[in-house]
């Protein structure tokens, strides 16, 4: 258990909507991090929150968001969602940037 | 982009035999490397880092090689057990304090009983 938590764990949901996905990161962790994993596809990157404030992004489409709160929870947003879109999701936090990410169970997301 | 690539996407080996899972990376300025482990149905795993003053690094039955003239890292477990199957991916950060990791595609490792 990497302390990092992530919820739902399964989400299926129907072409056009819109699906929040919530991350608590490891106590005392003040980065976090959302990855993407497609099929059998390495993780990609979509972007980073460090104490509140957005702090990297990545290969996240504009139909993405996200945020952190002051208690350092973190929530990606999914909207105008189509089939591609399907994938796992995964949040990571570290302590600081620039050391090792701890990573969560994820979030099935299953567009039909 | 950052471009980190595996040499083989599958790996199979005998239980108790030492695994060597390799990696390659194109980004000469890179600083920090990563292994994980990646379990059917669960999240990356961290088993080792390394950084680039460093050429070797060695935890509980892994160790990490970086060869920072070819660009290239490895992971060897000692011993292979039958929990070591799973998916390894190698990441690199482009510089310290960045933000992000660059992961490769992965290396399916099987151990054989």
């Known amino acids: 258990d990497s302390g990092v938590t992530q919820t739902p764990k399964h989400l299926i949901t129907a072409t056009g909507q819109r699906v929040t996905l919530r991350c608590s990161p490891r106590?005392?962790?003040?980065?976090v991090y959302w990855y993407q994993q497609s099929l059998d596809q390495g993780l990609q990157f979509l972007i980073q929150y460090y104490n509140g404030e957005e702090r990297a992004k990545g290969n996240i489409l504009e139909r993405f968001s996200a945020q952190q709160f002051p208690d350092l929870h973190s929530e990606l947003n999914l909207s105008s969602l189509e089939l591609g879109d399907s994938a796992l999701y995964f949040c990571a936090s570290s302590f600081r940037t620039g050391l090792e990410q701890y990573f969560g169970p994820g979030t099935r997301l299953t567009v039909t | 982009g950052e471009s980190v690539g595996l040499h083989l996407p599958t790996l199979s080996v005998q239980e108790g035999d030492n695994s060597i899972i390799n990696c390659a990376y194109s980004?000469?300025?890179?600083?920090?490397f990563i292994w994980y482990k990646q379990e059917s149905g669960k999240g990356p795993q961290f088993i080792i880092d390394i950084r680039s003053n460093m050429d070797k690094r060695q935890g509980q039955r892994v160790t990490v090689l970086l060869n920072k003239t070819v660009k290239h890292l490895s992971l060897q477990i000692a011993a292979t057990q039958p929990g070591d199957s799973a998916v390894y991916f190698c990441?690199?950060?482009?510089?310290?304090?960045?933000?992000?990791?660059?992961f490769g595609t992965g290396t399916r490792l099987t151990v054989i009983p």
């Open positions: 980004n000469s300025a890179s600083d920090y």
């Open positions: 106590s005392g962790d003040l980065s």
């Open positions: 990441a690199e950060s482009p510089q310290t304090g960045a933000n992000n990791l660059f």
